[in-house]
């Protein structure tokens, strides 16, 4: 067998394969030339798709099959196995189809097939507008825009962004790319000739200051105005700052931008120690990123347990002991109160040594622009269940929105990047008056060393939590209860539960709906 023989998976599915080999509903991979290619039988339908995911290449024959739909397993994307297409961020990009067909009792499978534009989602309402203008190039700005075009949308797009940067994937500035372990090329969400063949302005170091509902008017702070027929508002989130002595100083970080993270790297770089503070998902993947780069890490918080408000005290127990083990310091129960140059002071009396401090104390939502303008707003921009603001044709997605979810049955704001990614292909979509209810369970993923916690739903508050597995031993499943009722999930390596445990609170809130 040749090494090229030995990295393909499966069948030669150019060979075919037995139709009774793929039972109903099951899948299977294989690999037609140098591909490999997942086979999926729906009834008497057999589909031939890429096996891997276009948004992290995570593998989809561990996912789950839905309908004419395939999930991935790691962070919940969801493809059309007729016709490829991305249904649901995080992945973006369709995956690959072939030609299929069924002879003599077996499956066999040809060439590749073009790759078609998909078809727009329901009926407009109405004319579209001439012109779109989103303020934020982050999660949920870009992947409106994304959506807007791939609707054939054929007006003006304009996108508003205080970051110098093109839209990029924020995620990884925590995890690999950070730890060091995944190149520049994986960070841009795309590469500036998207923009360029899709004929979205990019204005790029351009604060939105005011918006003008009645002229219908945007201004940035440089005096220029943008005019607009619909507006989508996704302006994020800011790192907290504390208001200690020492909190100014260069060697003090937080991190949301790339331009933070490549501060924090190139500090990394020449340090020996490192302080976190904060014991949130951010600054424990910040800390877990500089562990893997050699620094001594100290972790500063004032709760008893990490992460124990979002997943609990067993899971809590967990993510301690397990930074413990990679060398990591805690010191719970205690906070900062100066930075003398290099050393930190603890309210507790302990003096930490860093050439880096690492601010990780949470986020709060950029609401100036959406409160100047006189929107409806209650921890964050109230929006309806199509997202749309208290003013008409006034849209807000991700980390500044807050909706009626379906699921919890509460108004709720979230910072999690797939449901500002899902927040702004809705929002896209009904600017274009498609009349789509934004009813996606959220989901995160956070990333410790080499511990993946996958998280769906959302649980502010619970009464009981039931735990199926080991935690200790990497291999669980979490579910956070209210009066008996499943409100979240936490796994760990449970990925296809995970799965099944979102698709069983879409079903529990469709139910609801009739």
Known sequence: MTQ????????????????DQLADGKMLVGHVGDEDVLLVRRGHDVFAVGAHCTHYHGPLADGLVVGDTVRCPWHHACFDLRTGEALAAPALSPIACWAVEQRDGKI???????????????KAAGSAPKKIVI?????????AAEMLRR?????????????????????????????????????PLRQEGFYRENDIETRLGQTAVAVDIRSREVALAGGDKSPYDRLLLATGAEPVRLSIPGADQPNVRTLRSLADCHAIIEYAEAARRAVVIGASFIGLEVA???????????????????????????????????H??????????????????????LKGGDTLEADLVVLGVGVRP??????????TCDRGVTVNQYLETSAPGIYAAGDIARWPDPHSGENIRVEHWVVAERQGQAAALNMLGRGVRFTAVPFFWSQHYDVPINYVGHAEKWDEITID???????????FKRNGRVLAVASIFRDLESLQGEVAMERAAAAQRQ
């Open 469 to 479: 597995g080991d935690i200790a031993s990497k291999d669980c499943l979490l579910q």
């Open 288 to 322: 877990a990123a500089l562990r893997a780069r050699g620094l001594a890490v100290h972790i500063v918080a004032p709760e008893a347990r990490p992460m124990e408000r979002i997943l609990g005290p067993q899971m809590g127990d967990f993510v301690r002991t397990l």
């Open 324 to 345: 413990e083990e990679h060398g990591a310091v805690f010191h719970l129960g205690d906070t900062a109160t100066a930075i003398d140059g290099k050393r930190v002071k």
């Open 151 to 187: 609707e054939h949308y054929q007006g003006s797009i304009v996108m508003l962004s205080g970051d110098d940067a093109l839209p990029y994937d924020r995620p990884n500035l925590s995890k690999d790319y950070l730890t060091g372990s995944a190149p520049f090329d994986y960070v």
């Open 366 to 375: 950029r609401l100036e622009l959406a409160e100047q303008a006189g929107l």
């Open 108 to 122: 066999w499978v040809s060439g590749k097939r073009e790759q078609k534009q998909p078809k727009p989602r329901g």
């Open 4 to 19: 090229e023989e030995a990295k393909r998976t499966g069948p030669d599915l150019c060979q075919g394969i037995p139709l």
């Open 135 to 143: 303020v934020g190039g982050g999660a949920a700005g870009f992947a």
